[in-house]
């Protein structure tokens, strides 16, 4: 069973900075993909950032020039460097996997975790 596991989140000031880990139960190499996705209260659950297997990134606009996602395969973990942050990034951010079978994607969730920038 997949598991994902996500710590760093917490509170601060507008134009500071946090990590976000996701650690997985398997090795990253068996998801086609991984990524953070964050929701707002009363918002949609929308994509911050993706990376694949092949290493290819892909970034909300909101969020480029300031965020940065990478993998650190040895620990099956995949981070989310958070940078400049705004009161508008205030969302419980949640770790995301992807495997594909047999043309179905399957998509597992971490528990979420709480970042909130003050102004």
């Known amino acids: 069973q997949v598991q994902l596991v996500e710590s760093g989140g917490g509170l601060v000031q507008a134009g500071g900075s946090l990590r976000l880990s996701c650690a997985a139960s398997?090795?990253?190499?068996?998801?086609?993909?991984m990524g953070w996705y964050r929701q707002a209260p009363g918002n949609q659950r929308e994509l911050v950032a993706a990376?694949?297997?092949?290493?290819?990134?892909n970034y909300a606009d909101s969020v480029k020039g300031r965020f940065t996602i990478s993998r650190d395969n040895a620990k099956n973990t995949v981070l989310l460097q958070m940078n400049s942050l705004v009161p508008e990034d205030t969302a419980v951010y949640y770790c995301?996997?992807?495997?594909?079978?047999?043309?179905?994607?399957?998509?597992?969730w971490g528990q979420g975790t709480q970042v909130t920038v003050s102004s």
């Open positions: 995301n996997a992807q495997r594909k079978y047999s043309g179905t994607t399957y998509h597992y």
């Open positions: 398997l090795s990253t190499f068996s998801f086609n993909a």
């Open positions: 990376i694949s297997s092949s290493g290819s990134t």
